[in-house]
């Protein structure tokens, strides 16, 4: 066999078994989930995040799998999708169908409140109506973006919250407005790139918003990428969150005396100087 007619054998394999996975994903569903495509345009998020065969990338909140199934079919059996949620029912349920179906691509995670548990090295990730329940917003972000390989997406989708409420308040509400999140996702190191249409729930009568961010490729202050806002101090912040995130060690971004700081144990107060 001639390595043209190889190499067409292979793609129409690899063709017919994405095929089978999408058929098989239809018949493991609620009558909800099927028509939910309708709605929250799956294809359209996969294409936000870049996701592409061979890919490695987390659903955070994943529920019992809408998603995450999904991806599997989209990255195939060479990548990757870390399923993550911190209710154990829904981690079972996923891990079920996952020997079910036979889906190695799919591994998942049982995640905490702080902590989804992320290996390094992704490509992307994926939050959908989950955001608002983060406590440790902050934290959370960054497992995110020390999770991610620079120049990583990540897409967040919830639902349209009242502005001006307690922080601790939009879990109860299950929304969050969308420039809270956007702040808090920048000031935790990420790139805002753009707000694409949303979506609308009918059956929960909630309107979503859909954000892309990008961990920032940052080698030197003089590849200094634009970061949050073109400044030479945002600059500064960007460098230093790449210096640092590596550690592991939990902070929060601030300013001192008009200069970036990392707060390295906020409830001791002490603070490191990038």
Known sequence: MTNNKLHFVTVLLIVAAALNLQNAVALQE?????????????????????????HRVADIGC???????????????????????????????????????????????????????????????LIVDTYHEFRGWNLMMQAVIRALKPGGRLVII????????????Y???HTIPAELVREEVISNGFVFKDARPGFYDAEYGKQMYFLVFEKPELKSSSECAFYSAN?????????????YLSTGRSFIPAYKNGRPTLLWNPPTGKVGDC
């Open 63 to 125: 529920g019992f799998g809408y998603f995450t199934f999904r991806l599997a079919a989209r990255v195939g059996n060479e990548g990757k999708v870390y399923a993550v949620d911190i209710d154990p029912k829904a981690i079972e349920k996923v891990r079920q169908r996952k020997e079910r179906e036979k889906l190695e691509q799919v591994e998942p995670v049982l995640g905490e409140g702080n902590d989804p548990h992320l290996p390094a090295g992704l490509d992307s990730v």
């Open 158 to 169: 919830d639902g349209e919250g009242p502005a001006g409420r307690p922080r601790t308040e």
């Open 30 to 54: 609620s009558d909800r989930d099927r028509n939910r495509d309708a709605w929250q345009r799956p294809a359209e998020v996969f294409d936000a995040l870049a996701v592409k065969t061979g």
């Open 231 to 243: 400044t030479q101090s945002g600059c500064r912040l960007a460098l230093c969150f790449q210096r």
């Open 171 to 173: 879990h109860r509400l």
